[in-house]
Protein backbone atom coordinates (compact mmCIF):
# COMPACT_ATOMS: atom_id res chain seq x y z
CA UNK A 1 0.00 0.00 0.00
CA UNK A 2 1.44 3.35 -0.72
CA UNK A 3 0.97 6.74 1.31
CA UNK A 4 1.48 10.02 0.27
CA UNK A 5 2.88 11.98 3.76
CA UNK A 6 3.97 15.76 4.15
CA UNK A 7 6.87 16.23 6.14
CA UNK A 8 8.48 19.13 6.91
CA UNK A 9 11.62 19.90 4.94
CA UNK A 10 13.88 19.95 7.97
CA UNK A 11 12.54 16.20 8.70
CA UNK A 12 13.15 15.02 5.45
CA UNK A 13 16.78 16.43 5.30
CA UNK A 14 18.08 15.30 8.23
CA UNK A 15 16.06 11.39 7.25
CA UNK A 16 17.81 11.84 3.99
CA UNK A 17 21.37 12.83 6.02
CA UNK A 18 21.29 9.43 7.95
CA UNK A 19 20.32 7.38 4.58
CA UNK A 20 23.57 8.72 3.17
CA UNK A 21 25.43 7.80 5.61
CA UNK A 22 24.65 4.11 5.11
CA UNK A 23 22.98 4.02 8.43
CA UNK A 24 19.32 3.02 6.29
CA UNK A 25 18.60 1.38 3.46
CA UNK A 26 16.29 4.05 2.24
CA UNK A 27 13.74 6.84 3.21
CA UNK A 28 11.12 3.70 3.04
CA UNK A 29 13.45 1.66 5.24
CA UNK A 30 13.65 4.70 7.78
CA UNK A 31 9.85 5.04 8.13
CA UNK A 32 9.20 1.09 8.16
CA UNK A 33 11.58 1.01 11.07
CA UNK A 34 9.80 4.25 13.03
CA UNK A 35 6.36 3.29 12.64
CA UNK A 36 7.34 -0.08 14.00
CA UNK A 37 8.86 1.07 16.62
CA UNK A 38 6.05 3.47 17.59
CA UNK A 39 3.15 0.64 17.08
CA UNK A 40 5.10 -1.40 19.52
CA UNK A 41 4.99 1.29 21.84
CA UNK A 42 1.84 1.57 22.03
CA UNK A 43 0.63 -1.55 21.73
CA UNK A 44 2.82 -3.10 25.17
CA UNK A 45 2.16 0.22 26.93
CA UNK A 46 6.06 0.33 27.62
CA UNK A 47 6.30 3.93 27.73
CA UNK A 48 4.04 4.06 30.97
CA UNK A 49 5.22 1.14 33.09
CA UNK A 50 8.94 1.95 33.18
CA UNK A 51 10.37 -1.11 33.37
CA UNK A 52 10.25 -3.59 30.78
CA UNK A 53 12.15 -2.97 27.51
CA UNK A 54 13.63 -3.79 24.85
CA UNK A 55 15.27 -0.55 24.04
CA UNK A 56 14.55 0.49 20.18
CA UNK A 57 16.68 2.85 18.98
CA UNK A 58 17.14 3.38 15.67
CA UNK A 59 20.48 1.71 14.42
CA UNK A 60 24.04 2.97 14.57
CA UNK A 61 26.25 1.99 12.28
CA UNK A 62 29.96 3.14 13.71
CA UNK A 63 31.61 -0.07 14.46
CA UNK A 64 33.03 1.19 17.36
CA UNK A 65 29.80 2.37 19.42
CA UNK A 66 28.46 -0.84 18.31
CA UNK A 67 31.86 -2.60 20.36
CA UNK A 68 31.50 -0.38 23.38
CA UNK A 69 27.93 -0.55 23.93
CA UNK A 70 27.53 3.21 23.70
CA UNK A 71 23.65 2.94 22.43
CA UNK A 72 22.44 -0.04 24.86
CA UNK A 73 20.09 -0.88 22.64
CA UNK A 74 19.71 -4.60 23.24
CA UNK A 75 19.28 -4.33 26.98
CA UNK A 76 16.15 -6.76 28.27
CA UNK A 77 15.64 -6.92 31.58
CA UNK A 78 17.39 -9.45 33.57
CA UNK A 79 14.61 -11.54 35.84
CA UNK A 80 14.29 -14.07 38.35
CA UNK A 81 10.63 -15.64 38.41
CA UNK A 82 9.81 -15.79 42.00
CA UNK A 83 6.55 -17.12 41.31
CA UNK A 84 5.64 -20.92 40.70
CA UNK A 85 6.44 -22.37 37.23
CA UNK A 86 5.54 -25.53 35.47
CA UNK A 87 7.52 -27.97 37.33
CA UNK A 88 10.23 -30.31 34.69
CA UNK A 89 8.52 -30.90 31.39
CA UNK A 90 9.62 -33.68 28.57
CA UNK A 91 10.33 -32.24 25.31
CA UNK A 92 10.04 -33.69 21.70
CA UNK A 93 11.49 -37.59 20.83
CA UNK A 94 12.00 -36.01 16.98
CA UNK A 95 14.39 -33.74 15.55
CA UNK A 96 13.40 -30.53 16.23
CA UNK A 97 12.30 -28.36 12.96
CA UNK A 98 14.89 -27.42 10.93
CA UNK A 99 14.27 -23.99 10.00
CA UNK A 100 14.70 -23.40 14.64
CA UNK A 101 18.54 -22.79 13.42
CA UNK A 102 19.62 -20.69 15.95
CA UNK A 103 19.12 -20.66 19.58
CA UNK A 104 19.42 -16.81 20.60
CA UNK A 105 15.69 -16.04 19.09
CA UNK A 106 14.91 -19.04 21.45
CA UNK A 107 16.49 -17.46 24.28
CA UNK A 108 15.02 -14.13 23.54
CA UNK A 109 11.46 -15.31 23.40
CA UNK A 110 11.86 -17.30 26.84
CA UNK A 111 13.19 -13.54 28.49
CA UNK A 112 10.01 -12.14 27.04
CA UNK A 113 8.09 -14.29 28.52
CA UNK A 114 10.33 -14.14 31.99
CA UNK A 115 9.75 -10.75 31.96
CA UNK A 116 5.77 -10.95 31.58
CA UNK A 117 5.28 -13.60 34.11
CA UNK A 118 7.32 -11.37 36.48
CA UNK A 119 5.79 -8.60 36.12
CA UNK A 120 1.91 -10.05 36.25
CA UNK A 121 2.75 -13.57 38.27
CA UNK A 122 0.77 -15.67 36.29
CA UNK A 123 1.19 -17.21 32.30
CA UNK A 124 -0.31 -15.19 29.32
CA UNK A 125 -2.56 -16.42 26.82
CA UNK A 126 -0.20 -18.05 24.34
CA UNK A 127 -1.80 -16.54 21.02
CA UNK A 128 -1.58 -12.73 21.97
CA UNK A 129 2.11 -13.48 23.55
CA UNK A 130 3.10 -15.10 20.02
CA UNK A 131 2.15 -12.00 18.30
CA UNK A 132 3.88 -9.70 20.61
CA UNK A 133 6.94 -11.67 21.04
CA UNK A 134 7.49 -11.66 17.07
CA UNK A 135 6.75 -8.20 16.96
CA UNK A 136 9.23 -7.25 20.00
CA UNK A 137 11.90 -9.79 17.98
CA UNK A 138 11.44 -7.93 14.77
CA UNK A 139 12.50 -4.91 16.41
CA UNK A 140 15.50 -6.64 18.20
CA UNK A 141 16.19 -8.85 15.17
CA UNK A 142 16.26 -5.55 12.81
CA UNK A 143 19.11 -4.08 15.43
CA UNK A 144 20.97 -6.82 15.59
CA UNK A 145 20.89 -7.23 11.67
CA UNK A 146 22.47 -3.25 11.86
CA UNK A 147 24.87 -4.28 14.10
CA UNK A 148 25.98 -7.51 12.15
CA UNK A 149 26.79 -5.44 8.86
CA UNK A 150 28.29 -2.45 11.47
CA UNK A 151 30.77 -5.34 12.47
CA UNK A 152 31.03 -6.64 9.22
CA UNK A 153 30.42 -10.06 10.43
CA UNK A 154 30.53 -13.21 7.90
CA UNK A 155 27.16 -15.24 7.67
CA UNK A 156 27.61 -17.75 9.66
CA UNK A 157 28.45 -15.74 12.81
CA UNK A 158 25.63 -13.02 12.39
CA UNK A 159 23.49 -12.32 15.55
CA UNK A 160 20.11 -11.38 13.57
CA UNK A 161 20.17 -15.44 12.19
CA UNK A 162 16.80 -16.43 13.14
CA UNK A 163 14.69 -13.22 13.69
CA UNK A 164 11.79 -12.07 11.75
CA UNK A 165 13.83 -9.79 9.53
CA UNK A 166 12.47 -10.33 6.09
CA UNK A 167 11.36 -7.95 3.88
CA UNK A 168 7.77 -10.16 4.12
CA UNK A 169 7.35 -8.51 7.46
CA UNK A 170 3.95 -11.00 8.08
CA UNK A 171 5.70 -13.75 6.90
CA UNK A 172 8.48 -13.14 8.92
CA UNK A 173 6.29 -12.58 11.90
CA UNK A 174 3.97 -15.74 11.52
CA UNK A 175 7.16 -17.86 11.09
CA UNK A 176 8.75 -16.59 14.32
CA UNK A 177 5.32 -16.83 15.64
CA UNK A 178 4.46 -20.41 15.19
CA UNK A 179 8.13 -21.72 15.16
CA UNK A 180 10.29 -19.85 17.54
CA UNK A 181 7.63 -19.29 20.41
CA UNK A 182 4.83 -21.75 19.24
CA UNK A 183 1.50 -22.85 18.92
CA UNK A 184 -1.44 -25.77 19.34
CA UNK A 185 -2.12 -27.53 16.49
CA UNK A 186 -5.07 -29.07 14.84
CA UNK A 187 -4.47 -32.35 16.65
CA UNK A 188 -4.36 -30.72 19.96
CA UNK A 189 -0.33 -31.14 20.07
CA UNK A 190 2.06 -28.32 20.68
CA UNK A 191 4.96 -27.26 18.19
CA UNK A 192 7.30 -24.72 18.58
CA UNK A 193 10.98 -24.35 19.84
CA UNK A 194 9.84 -23.24 23.40
CA UNK A 195 6.85 -26.18 23.64
CA UNK A 196 10.01 -29.23 21.82
CA UNK A 197 12.21 -27.90 23.81
CA UNK A 198 10.39 -28.55 27.23
CA UNK A 199 11.24 -24.47 28.18
CA UNK A 200 7.42 -23.79 28.81
CA UNK A 201 4.30 -25.27 28.61
CA UNK A 202 0.41 -24.45 28.50
CA UNK A 203 -2.07 -23.92 31.43
CA UNK A 204 -5.78 -23.64 30.48
CA UNK A 205 -7.73 -21.47 31.69
CA UNK A 206 -11.54 -20.61 31.18
CA UNK A 207 -11.12 -22.74 27.65
CA UNK A 208 -7.90 -20.55 27.08
CA UNK A 209 -4.59 -21.96 26.25
CA UNK A 210 -1.84 -19.83 28.04
CA UNK A 211 1.65 -20.09 28.11
CA UNK A 212 3.98 -20.46 31.14
CA UNK A 213 7.74 -21.25 31.58
CA UNK A 214 8.97 -24.76 32.66
CA UNK A 215 11.37 -24.46 35.71
CA UNK A 216 14.02 -25.35 33.24
CA UNK A 217 13.15 -22.41 30.83
CA UNK A 218 12.83 -20.12 33.73
CA UNK A 219 16.30 -21.02 34.57
CA UNK A 220 17.70 -20.69 31.28
CA UNK A 221 15.68 -16.92 30.28
CA UNK A 222 17.32 -16.09 33.84
CA UNK A 223 20.94 -16.61 32.48
CA UNK A 224 22.88 -13.54 31.64
CA UNK A 225 23.33 -12.90 27.80
CA UNK A 226 26.05 -11.13 26.10
CA UNK A 227 23.76 -9.80 23.41
CA UNK A 228 20.54 -8.58 26.00
CA UNK A 229 22.71 -7.97 29.11
CA UNK A 230 26.19 -7.03 28.10
CA UNK A 231 25.85 -4.59 24.91
CA UNK A 232 28.15 -7.64 23.65
CA UNK A 233 28.26 -8.37 20.04
CA UNK A 234 30.95 -11.28 20.09
CA UNK A 235 28.84 -14.50 20.44
CA UNK A 236 25.32 -15.06 20.46
CA UNK A 237 25.63 -17.25 24.03
CA UNK A 238 27.36 -17.33 27.36
CA UNK A 239 29.40 -20.28 28.16
CA UNK A 240 26.69 -21.30 31.14
CA UNK A 241 24.26 -20.66 28.81
CA UNK A 242 25.72 -22.97 26.43
CA UNK A 243 26.16 -25.28 29.13
CA UNK A 244 23.11 -25.10 30.74
CA UNK A 245 21.16 -25.33 27.25
CA UNK A 246 22.99 -29.06 26.77
CA UNK A 247 22.71 -30.71 30.04
CA UNK A 248 19.16 -29.41 29.71
CA UNK A 249 18.51 -31.25 26.47
CA UNK A 250 20.39 -34.37 27.78
CA UNK A 251 17.95 -34.76 30.41
CA UNK A 252 14.79 -33.59 28.82
CA UNK A 253 15.20 -33.79 25.02
CA UNK A 254 16.11 -36.78 23.70
CA UNK A 255 15.19 -35.62 19.85
CA UNK A 256 17.52 -33.08 20.15
CA UNK A 257 20.00 -35.14 21.63
CA UNK A 258 19.32 -37.71 18.47
CA UNK A 259 20.27 -34.89 15.69
CA UNK A 260 23.80 -33.37 17.83
CA UNK A 261 24.51 -37.46 18.63
CA UNK A 262 24.39 -38.83 14.90
CA UNK A 263 25.90 -35.57 13.27
CA UNK A 264 29.05 -35.77 15.70
CA UNK A 265 29.55 -39.60 15.16
CA UNK A 266 29.33 -38.87 11.40
CA UNK A 267 31.50 -36.35 11.38
CA UNK A 268 34.10 -37.79 14.02
CA UNK A 269 33.94 -40.90 10.97
CA UNK A 270 34.93 -38.38 8.09
CA UNK A 271 31.17 -37.68 6.90
CA UNK A 272 31.94 -33.67 6.84
CA UNK A 273 30.06 -32.39 3.49
CA UNK A 274 26.41 -31.50 3.48
CA UNK A 275 25.45 -34.20 0.77
CA UNK A 276 27.37 -37.16 2.73
CA UNK A 277 25.44 -36.18 5.72
CA UNK A 278 21.89 -35.99 4.35
CA UNK A 279 22.77 -39.50 2.63
CA UNK A 280 24.25 -40.74 5.87
CA UNK A 281 21.73 -39.03 7.77
CA UNK A 282 18.73 -40.75 5.63
CA UNK A 283 20.44 -44.12 5.85
CA UNK A 284 21.10 -44.29 9.82
CA UNK A 285 16.75 -42.81 10.35
CA UNK A 286 15.26 -44.77 7.75
CA UNK A 287 11.31 -43.62 7.63
CA UNK A 288 9.95 -41.25 5.63
CA UNK A 289 12.72 -38.65 5.06
CA UNK A 290 13.33 -37.51 1.86
CA UNK A 291 16.47 -35.54 0.26
CA UNK A 292 14.87 -31.93 0.83
CA UNK A 293 13.63 -32.83 4.71
CA UNK A 294 16.97 -34.39 5.39
CA UNK A 295 18.96 -31.56 4.24
CA UNK A 296 16.28 -28.72 6.07
CA UNK A 297 16.74 -30.95 9.53
CA UNK A 298 20.26 -31.25 8.91
CA UNK A 299 21.13 -27.68 8.14
CA UNK A 300 19.30 -26.22 11.38
CA UNK A 301 20.91 -28.89 13.32
CA UNK A 302 24.00 -27.82 12.31
CA UNK A 303 23.63 -24.53 12.72
CA UNK A 304 22.61 -24.79 16.36
CA UNK A 305 25.81 -27.04 17.00
CA UNK A 306 28.00 -24.14 15.73
CA UNK A 307 26.10 -21.79 17.76
CA UNK A 308 26.67 -24.14 20.83
CA UNK A 309 30.74 -24.43 19.80
CA UNK A 310 30.07 -28.33 19.14
CA UNK A 311 31.66 -28.05 15.39
CA UNK A 312 33.54 -26.02 13.39
CA UNK A 313 33.34 -25.47 9.52
CA UNK A 314 36.88 -25.34 6.99
CA UNK A 315 35.51 -23.26 3.60
CA UNK A 316 37.21 -23.93 0.37
CA UNK A 317 35.87 -21.92 -1.92
CA UNK A 318 31.99 -22.90 -2.49
CA UNK A 319 33.08 -25.80 -0.41
CA UNK A 320 32.44 -26.29 3.18
CA UNK A 321 34.24 -29.37 5.61
CA UNK A 322 32.42 -29.94 9.01
CA UNK A 323 34.60 -30.99 11.80
CA UNK A 324 33.96 -31.46 15.25
CA UNK A 325 35.20 -29.76 18.36
CA UNK A 326 36.98 -30.56 21.21
CA UNK A 327 34.02 -29.46 23.24
CA UNK A 328 32.17 -31.62 20.80
CA UNK A 329 33.90 -34.51 21.38
CA UNK A 330 34.17 -34.40 24.95
CA UNK A 331 30.15 -33.76 24.80
CA UNK A 332 29.98 -36.90 22.50
CA UNK A 333 31.91 -39.28 25.06
CA UNK A 334 29.44 -38.53 27.71
CA UNK A 335 26.82 -41.04 25.23
CA UNK A 336 29.33 -43.82 25.09
Known amino acids: MKIIVEF ?18 SLSDFLLLSAENQ ?41 TISQATLPTL ?22 LLAVKMSHTGEAHPLRKFAEYASGMARGFGLTLSYKDKALNKNKDDRLSIGFPIGSKTEASLN ?42 GAQFAALENPVLDANEYGESLSAAEKEYYLNHIKSNVPGEILAFTTILRLI ?69
Open 8 to 25: PSYIVEKIRVLVERGEFA
Open 175 to 216: RYSSQFVGYRRKDGNLSGALFELALAGIVTRENVDAIELSAE
Open 268 to 336: SRGVDSRVDLDNEIISELGGNWTANFASTQRAGALSRMYELSLIRKEKSGSKVKYLPTETGLNWLEGFK
Open 39 to 79: LLIEETDSHKAGSHSVLRNFPINDPQDVQTGNQGETSLELV
Open 90 to 111: KGTDDWIWGQLNRILPIKYAAR
